[in-house]
């Protein structure tokens, strides 16, 4: 108890992840996942508030990373460009690595409706974060509103996509593919 | 009690928005609701499940409009054209006659995070039936799911800026002026 674990934090998030996959999340309790990691429930809490954390602690990052990406985007790029680009660019930074880790997660979240209405909310809060930093940019409302919100769209078609796909496409492309289709169905071309 | 009470549906509707309005969502009670409206509990829950009700309620009515819109729209429409016309046709319908009442609501749901969450989750599940109308017109997906997520967020900036008008403007110019601003920010025109 209160030694240091060599790499707890991603010793509990798998064993939470297998275990949620087992049983589903609703059933697992805190002290099973502690047990299942060989550690302690205390090291459990010493990096997450909760069981649903695990499966959101990155929130934060992806936020910071997306905002920092559209903040240092070139000016000329339209606003949704701006976002596809940090959309884009999320892939290297935070998820290609973490492939498997965000398919298990996916099914984990689309099989429970608490977790589904926690995703939302954190989509939610990405949007009104990338509408901010548009804002930063220069451009007024409704467009930053709405570039914000259609590129959280893509975002989450794309995600989807990536987490569904067999093979090793990477996120960036999935991203792209997206957002072209948004603009033909935007268009009608 | 019991008997048949002249428009209560729309007395209990207006003491929970006032109330809501005066006190904050969560401080209000059903006592409280009924005892405004000059009616019984028992009939408040005869119309309505819970006081969070009063304020979604017309979700169910809402999403059967826009899916019989988009089913019925020509079939030459663009995906997110056909989504847009529903939405615009839905001013007319449903929310011009109830202007107030949504602006109150509106104001209310801003300020409680509770109901933030619920309004969230309503718009998922509209955009989920949007993108099986598209469907069902032979759009297939990605396209699908993005044109129906696209017209959401058209629909919630439309809709925010249509309650925070001081004017006479009806909804579907906020709809059509979005749609275009989508247009707008998505090829950078």
Redesign the interface.
């Known amino acids: 108890m209160g030694r240091w674990e060599p790499n707890a934090r991603g010793r509990l998030e798998r064993a939470a992840l297998d275990l949620f996959t087992e049983r589903g999340f609703e059933k697992v309790t805190v002290a099973e996942i502690a047990e299942r990691a060989g550690l302690t429930e205390r090291t459990f809490f010493r990096h997450f508030a909760d069981k649903r954390e695990v499966l959101f602690w990155g929130a934060g990052a992806l936020q910071e990373f997306l905002v920092g990406s559209v903040d240092d985007a070139p000016g000329s790029?339209?606003?949704?460009?701006a976002v596809a680009a940090a959309l884009a660019a999320s892939g290297e930074a935070i998820f290609e690595e973490r492939r498997e880790f965000a398919r298990r997660r996916q099914a984990i979240i689309a099989s429970n409706a608490e977790l589904?209405?926690r995703e939302?909310?954190k989509l939610?809060s990405l949007a009104a974060a990338l509408a901010d930093a548009l804002r930063r940019r220069g451009?007024a409302d409704?467009?930053a509103?709405?570039?914000a919100?259609?590129g959280?769209?893509?975002f989450?078609?794309a995600f989807e996509?990536w987490t569904g796909d067999a093979g090793q496409r990477p996120l960036a492309q999935f991203v792209r593919?997206?957002m072209a289709?948004?603009?033909?169905?935007?268009?009608?071309r």
């Not at 790029?77 to 460009?81: I, K, T």
């Not at 289709?181 to 009608?188: R, Y």
């Open positions: 790029l339209p606003p949704v460009e589904q209405e939302l909310i939610a451009v409704p467009a509103r709405l570039a919100e259609a959280i769209a893509v989450k078609v996509r593919e997206a289709e948004l603009t033909a169905v935007t268009t009608g």
